[in-house]
């Protein structure tokens, strides 16, 4: 059996301050004016994936997929347990043969 490494969450928690760091530095200085045109759309969409990482980190340190990753492991255990008995079957019946 395989032994399941506990996540390191400190890297996570720096790529956090990080992300959280350049989105306070640059986001003062995004014009959203309305005669910006196209910075104003940059601005916005970098902004978002910021925030997309941002949440995507606090995810991962606050845990809120522990309980799920430990279901989806009883999954691929069930299903490799599966797919060999389902090999050793198929084996068998080409030995008879």
Not at 18 to 32: E, Q, T
Not at 63 to 92: C, D, F, H, T
């Amino acid at each position: 059996m395989k032994t399941v490494k506990k996540p390191n969450k400190l890297k996570h928690f720096m790529y956090l301050i990080i992300a959280l760091a350049m989105l306070v530095y640059a986001l003062p200085m995004i014009s959203f004016e309305p005669g910006a045109g196209w910075i104003s759309a940059f601005g916005a969409v970098w902004a978002l994936f910021a925030f997309l990482v941002i949440g995507a980190h606090l995810h991962f340190i606050l845990g809120v997929n522990e309980e799920k990753q430990q279901k989806l492991e009883e999954v691929r255990r069930a299903k490799y347990r599966e797919w060999e008995s389902k090999w050793l079957k198929e084996g068998k019946q080409k030995q008879s043969m």
